[in-house]
Each structure stands twice: as structure tokens, then as C-alpha cells.
């Protein structure tokens, strides 16, 4: 069965950090790895990686993919309070419709 | 910019009634999703359609789930008898190509309450 592990599960910062949330995945015929921000209520958009080692860049936020060692990581750099929200990594698979989702972390961004 | 709609915002209904829950994908989009996500836990993938048929479907889109396209526009999920878990909010999403290839854009989901 595929699975997504994202970590840490919650983190809480003050604006003007930078930090780093990490995604493991186990996805057979793996294709691409997605990363969404989640508000209050639908999933929006941030990055799809398909290639290893190509940084992905929109603005504060950042993104890589490591195939060999299965993982990714986001980089939010000078966070604001409008980044607080909950973080989701999901896994495509080759032939496969579906994306598996991690749980999430969730980002608090305190004044 | 286009975007996935969805109604209604929010459902409440009684235990073994019928409920259809209703998408309008962005219009040059192909391929049509349902997820769902219990408070407090993952978001898990329902089913897949393209062409006019499902193309993949997960454990939990048993014979009490149906979906439709019915026009050009509308993307429809029925829950024939609705049970207590099946309270959740409910994402459609929709995409140009297959996961992996394009983007899956979620609208901003119904809320189900079953009691």
C-alpha cells in the first residue's frame, strides 16, 4: 500500500522564521510528488515535482525532490502569519488516478 | 482564474437518506475526483472519472456511492444511504491530465454531516 509520512505533525513559529517541512513516500511506479496549502477549507496548489535535485521556487516558498532517498522538503523562508495553515504532500503513481495524501503538518505563524 | 465549484457548502442530513453532492470542474479539464477527509484525519481519494466512466475507484467507493456527469458541466457524487461515518467534508477535484502528469485542483469541498 502506498504511504505518505509528513513531519513534524505541527509546528508553531515566530513571522520572519524559516522552516523546513519534510514528506517521506513509499508510492509504487512512483511519478510525481505534490505539495498543497490548506486553509480553511480546499487544498490549493503549490508545486509538483517530478525530477530529483530541480529546485521548484514561487516567491518565500521552495521545493526539492530526492527519488533516491524518497523524500521532499519545503523551505518557507520570512514566514508571515498568512502562511499559517496546514501543509499537504501527495503522492502520484505511474498508471494510477489517485493521489495518497500525508496527514499534513500544520504551521502556526505567530506574531 | 477558473476554479472548481462546488455545492452545497454545507449538508446535514438523517441516517439513510440519499444525498447528491454536486461539482462544476474548470471547463477544459478532463479528468473529475472525489475525496473525502473525516475531521481530523487524511485526505483520501473516492474515485476517478474520465470519459464518461470511472477509471479508478478506492476501497471506501462501495455500492452506496455513485457518481455522474449528467450535462457538460456538472460532476455529481450520490450517497444512496447515508451512514453515520460517512459524515466528512467532501473535495472535488478535477485536472487537464492524469495525477503525475497534471495538476489536480480541488474545489473548496461540502461539508456532510450525517446524524
Known amino acids: 500500500e502506498d504511504k505518505v509520512v509528513q513531519s513534524p505533525l505541527s509546528l508553531v513559529v515566530h513571522e520572519g522564521d524559516t522552516v523546513t517541512l519534510n514528506c517521506s513516500y513509499e508510492v509504487t511506479n512512483f511519478r510525481s510528488l505534490l505539495w498543497y496549502k490548506q486553509e480553511k477549507k480546499a487544498p490549493t496548489f503549490l508545486f509538483m515535482l517530478?525530477?530529483?535535485?530541480i529546485e521548484k521556487k514561487s516567491g518565500r516558498l521552495s521545493s526539492i525532490l530526492d527519488k533516491k532517498e524518497l523524500f521532499s522538503i519545503l523551505n518557507i523562508t520570512a514566514t508571515q502569519t498568512g502562511d499559517s495553515a496546514i501543509y499537504l504532500c501527495a503522492g502520484a503513481a505511474a498508471g494510477s488516478y489517485q493521489l495518497t495524501f500525508g496527514k499534513g503538518t500544520k504551521l502556526s505563524v505567530i506574531p | 482564474e477558473p476554479e472548481v465549484t462546488q455545492t452545497p457548502s454545507h449538508q446535514v442530513t438523517q441516517m439513510g437518506q440519499e444525498v447528491i453532492l454536486r461539482c462544476v470542474p474548470i471547463?477544459?479539464?478532463?479528468?473529475f475526483y472525489w475525496y473525502r477527509q473525516i475531521l481530523g484525519q487524511k485526505v483520501e481519494f473516492l474515485v476517478s472519472?474520465?470519459?464518461?466512466?470511472?477509471?479508478?475507484k478506492s476501497e471506501i467507493f462501495d455500492d452506496q456511492f455513485s457518481v455522474e456527469r449528467p450535462d457538460g458541466s456538472n460532476f455529481t457524487l450520490k450517497i444512496r444511504s447515508t451512514k453515520l461515518e460517512d459524515s466528512a467534508m467532501y473535495f472535488c477535484?478535477?485536472?487537464?491530465?492524469?495525477?503525475?502528469?497534471?495538476?489536480?485542483?480541488f474545489g473548496p469541498g461540502t461539508r456532510l454531516l450525517v446524524l
Open positions: 477535484a478535477s485536472s487537464e491530465a492524469r495525477p503525475g502528469e497534471g495538476t489536480q485542483y
Open positions: 471547463s477544459n479539464h478532463l479528468y
Open positions: 472519472f474520465y470519459n464518461n466512466e470511472i477509471s479508478e
Open positions: 517530478t525530477s530529483s535535485g
